[in-house]
Each structure stands twice: as C-alpha cells, then as structure tokens.
C-alpha cells in the first residue's frame, strides 16, 4: 500500500506549537533506529522546517520530504548482520526501502526538528 495523500480535515493555524513536558523524551535520538541527532538528519530536518514555525506544517513538511525521497522497495537489504540497514541514516543514505524505514527515517526527522515522534 501507498500512502499518497492524508486528509484528517485540521486547520493548521488551530496546532498549537507547545510541546508536553512528558512528550520530549520522543525526541531523542535511539541509536542505529532514530538517529535524531545525526549531523545528515539534523540539518535536513532544519532545512526542511525552516520558516515553517506551525508543528502541523513541519510534520506535513517532514512526510512529504520522506514520501518522495525513498522509494518502496520490499525489504532489500535487510540482513540481521548488516546491523544498521534500515536505520534512519542508512535509509536516508540509500533511498530504497520498506515502510520499515520510511517510517525510521520520518521519525528521526521529526525527533530532529524538536517534534516529539514514535
């Protein structure tokens, strides 16, 4: 399945942008998974939400990013001694994966960009 289009009908100037105390602890980074604080994530997260200071914009921002930049590939790379394939980075780098990374990758981006994700 493909997921190209996602209505849930919210006026973006209603989001409010102030995140809960105990929701921050889904933006750190998880090594080899989410790797929010990876220099490659960190600033393609800033560029991608820079001058977009709405949560709802950023996040539309960061799947849209995600949606185009990796192409569905079913698992092709995974092996258990590979390690760190189908981490963030790795799906960043390569751009072909499974929803797996689609999703690894969009988490990381938006744990970057101080939205908290899991």
Do not use: H
């Not at 990876?38 to 990013?65: C, M, S, T, W």
């Not at 995600?66 to 079913?74: A, K, L, N, P, W």
Request: a negative charge; charged letters at 25%; aromatic letters at 12%.
């Amino acid at each position: 399945m493909k997921v190209d289009n996602i209505d849930f009908s919210i006026d973006p100037s209603l989001v409010q942008d102030n995140i809960p105390s105990e929701l921050l602890e889904f933006t750190q980074p998880i090594d080899n998974l989410w790797e929010s604080d990876d220099p490659l994530i960190l600033n393609k997260a800033q560029e991608l939400i820079e001058g977009y200071p709405n949560l709802y914009d950023k996040v539309a921002r960061l799947f849209g990013f995600v949606q185009s930049y990796i192409t569905y590939e079913r698992d092709p790379y995974y092996a258990p001694e590979n390690g760190t394939a189908g981490s963030a980075v790795w799906s960043y780098n390569n751009r072909e994966d499974d929803c797996s990374e689609f999703t690894n990758l969009f988490v990381a981006l938006a744990r970057a960009a101080g939205v908290p994700a899991k």
